[in-house]
């Protein structure tokens, strides 16, 4: 069931639309193991028309499963796009396709919910990561696992031989 608006009805009053989509219809088509949808959208929208062309404006909520990237625990990121707003020419160059009077609206969706994906999704701000088990652990030689004070990776770059 794709998310679609009549336009016949929109030509007496505005039209609200409110419901879920479950993800597999939204094609999202996600190939990253860090970031799964699997919750179905929900969706509160206000699709009105003007002259030539629609205007929708709403609120999208799709919840995602995610691995933190710093300590790979599991976690539910919620993706909420408060203050959604989209413009459809309906006439023109850049015209949306109807079919049977109706504007299928799941493109534009899926679009801007793709583009509201966390880019390094973090269980919370301050996760420090993976426990590093060798804190305060001496190597073979007895010596300390820290680094020199004063090296750094450039003096380090610096002492290459090309």
Known sequence: MALKVNLRHLEEHNVRLQGEIPVEE????????????????????????????????GKLDLALDCQCVRCLKPFEYELEIASWTCHLLLEGEEKVPVVSDCVDLTPYVREDILLEFPQHPLCKAECGGLP???????????????????????????????
């Open 26 to 57: 939204l094609e999202l088509d996600v190939h990253d193991e860090i970031i799964q949808p699997r919750k179905p959208l929900r969706y509160d929208i206000e699709a009105q028309k003007m002259e030539h062309a629609l205007l929708l404006q």
């Open 132 to 162: 590093n088990k060798s804190v305060g652990k001496k190597n073979k030689t007895g010596s300390s696992t820290d680094l020199k004070p004063d090296g750094s990776a450039w003096s380090e770059l610096n002492k290459l031989k090309f």
